[in-house]
């Protein structure tokens, strides 16, 4: 059974009636499009990979439970939930207080990064070259938009200012920009990771 032959909604359709290595197929074929998608809007690493590890529990219980319309649209439906698992995170951390030692830095975050063994950093720092890699290519405009608003977390209107263009222009310099990366990255040989 060779995975790029063979639909999505087809996968879909096989891993609910119990065939298990369909749900790695969908895995693997769409593992680098959704950490993008998480790791976008959280901007770390170590968090996205944990965020991206729930996202795909939650799709498994989504599928078990029938929660999956058969529409063959799996990638928007799976984006999504990467997308609100990031977001709800995001918002549940502004409300947390971090614990920080002397210097500043949060104690957890340096526990978990102490405890990540040097090949899970390797595989991490090979996903953020890639993305800045796709970042790279995105046209200056779109690429400072992107940089700004997810980096510099500047809203859209900080960004016009900055920038001497209009709010509407600036958000779609992001639009374009995001379809870009995603063109760009199903185009190259991300699938291989």
């Not at 090979?126 to 790279?136: A, M, W």
Request: with cysteine; glycine share 4%; proline share 2%.
């Amino acid at each position: 059974m060779h995975s790029l032959k063979i639909s999505d909604q087809a996968l879909v359709k096989q891993y609910v009636q119990g065939n298990e290595a369909c749900l790695e197929m969908l895995i693997n074929r769409h593992k680098d499009r959704l950490f993008t998608t998480i790791i976008l809007i959280v901007k770390d690493s170590y968090i996205a990979e944990d965020l991206f590890q729930e996202t795909f529990i939650k799709i498994i219980r989504n599928l078990k439970r029938g929660k999956y319309n058969e529409e063959g649209k799996f990638l928007p439906w799976a984006i999504r939930i990467a997308r609100n698992m990031a977001i709800d995170y995001f918002r549940k951390m502004k409300r947390m207080p971090t614990v920080t030692n002397s210097d500043g830095e949060d104690v957890f975050r340096k526990i978990k990064i102490a405890v990540d063994n040097r090949e899970e950093q390797l595989i991490r720092t090979e996903k953020e070259n890639i993305v800045r890699k796709v970042i790279d290519q995105l046209p200056e405009e779109q690429r400072q938009v992107l940089i700004l608003r997810h980096y510099g977390d500047l809203s859209f209107k900080e960004i016009a200012d900055m920038t001497g263009v209009s709010i509407n222009t600036a958000l779609g310099r992001m639009r374009y920009a995001l379809n870009n990366m995603r063109k760009m990255m199903e185009h190259t040989s991300l699938r291989t990771l």
